[in-house]
DNA sequence: CGCTATTTGCAACCTTGTTGCAAATAGCGG
DNA sequence: CCGCTATTTGCAACAAGGTTGCAAATAGCG
C-alpha cells in the first residue's frame, strides 16, 4: 500500500489522531504509528519489534497495539505472500482496480493494472467489499525469458 | 476448485497414479488424495484431519503426506485470506469460469456462477493458467439474513 | 493532585509447522 | 508365499507465531 504522503506524522499530530477515535495515545501507539507513517510499505511485527529495539516493547504489547490499529481503523492489515501479517497505514490507497498475477513457478506476486471487474450479482443477503482478480500462471522469469 | 469429475477417484486409481510418479501407494496418501479428489474447495490441513477422524492419521504424517503431494505435483498449496493452507487436486480443473465469495465474517468460501472476466493483457514471457475472480465480504448468515 | 478506566508487562498457554529417530510396511526378488 | 530393504509412519520434542488472564502502571479526567 504505498501512500508516501501521510496527513501528518508528528508526534503530536498522531496523538491527536489516536484520541480522535476514542482511545489514550500512549507511547507505544504513538512510536507504533510513526513507524508505520514512515514507512514505504507494510510492516511486519517483527519489522516493528526490531525497529523499536528488542524488548523496548513487549511483544503482547505490540500485538495488542497492532490489532488495535486495524479495529479502530487507522490501520489495514493483509498477508504477504509467505502469510505473514503485514500492516500498513489506512486510508492511504483503496488500492483502486487492480489484478494479482501468481506465478505457480516461483511463487511471487506480481501487481497489474487493470480496469476493475464489473461488480458481479450476489445472492440475496450478501454484501460485498472487495473484489479482485486473481491470475496464476507463470511468469516471464519461470518460463525462461530473460529480463 | 469444484471440478466434479476428477479423471478417476476410486482407491486403486489413485494407487496407480501415486505409483506413477514414483512413490509408495500407502493408505495415508490414497485416503488423502481420495478426499481432496471429493472436495469441491481445497482443504486445509484441519479439514483433512477431521475428515478422516482425528487421530485416525498422525499430525505429523499429515503433513508429510500433504507436502509430498505438493513435490510430486499431485497437488497444489495456496494460501487463504486467513493465511490457512489449502489443497487441492493439480491439473485437475480447469476449473472454468467461475468466482469464489469469501466471507469476511465465519471464512466460509461460496461459489458463484457467473460468466468469466476478459482475460487481461498480461507483461511479455508470462503464461496465463487460470484466472479467478475473488470477491469477499460477508455472506448472507452473517449478516444476519435467515436461509 | 487524586481517581478510575485503560494499557502495559508478564507468564502461561495454544496452534501450526518442523526435526530426529525408532518401529512398521510396501513392494521388490526369490 | 517369504524375507529384505528402502520408504513411510508414529512419537516425542522443539520452535515460531499468536492469544489469554491478571496484576501493576498510567493517561487523562475532574
New interface residues.
Given amino acids: 500500500m504505498p501512500e508516501h504522503i501521510p496527513p501528518s506524522s508528528s508526534a503530536a499530530n498522531l496523538a491527536e489522531r489516536i484520541r480522535a477515535v476514542g482511545a489514550r495515545a500512549t507511547p507505544a501507539r504513538i512510536r507504533v504509528l510513526e513507524l508505520l507513517s514512515a514507512a514505504p510499505l507494510p510492516l511486519s511485527h517483527h519489522d516493528v519489534e526490531s525497529a523499536l529495539g528488542a524488548g523496548s516493547l513487549d511483544r503482547v504489547t505490540l500485538y495488542r497495539v497492532l490489532d488495535w490499529l486495524v479495529a479502530s481503523g487507522l490501520a489495514v492489515k493483509g498477508?504477504d505472500e509467505r502469510?505473514v501479517?503485514r500492516f500498513s497505514l489506512a486510508g492511504g490507497g483503496t488500492h483502486g482496480s487492480h489484478?494479482h498475477?501468481h506465478c505457480?513457478g516461483c511463487g511471487r506476486v506480481?501487481c497489474?493494472d487493470?480496469p476493475a471487474?464489473s461488480p458481479?450479482?450476489?445472492?440475496?443477503?450478501?454484501?460485498?467489499?472487495?473484489?479482485?482478480?486473481?491470475?496464476?500462471?507463470?511468469?516471464?522469469?519461470c518460463?525462461g525469458?530473460p529480463a
Same sequence: chains 1, 2.
Avoid: H, K
Fill in positions: 498477508a502469510r501479517w489484478a498475477f505457480e506480481f497489474l487493470m471487474p458481479p450479482p450476489l445472492p440475496g443477503g450478501f454484501t460485498l467489499l472487495r473484489a479482485a482478480l486473481d491470475l496464476s500462471g507463470r511468469c516471464a522469469q518460463n525469458v
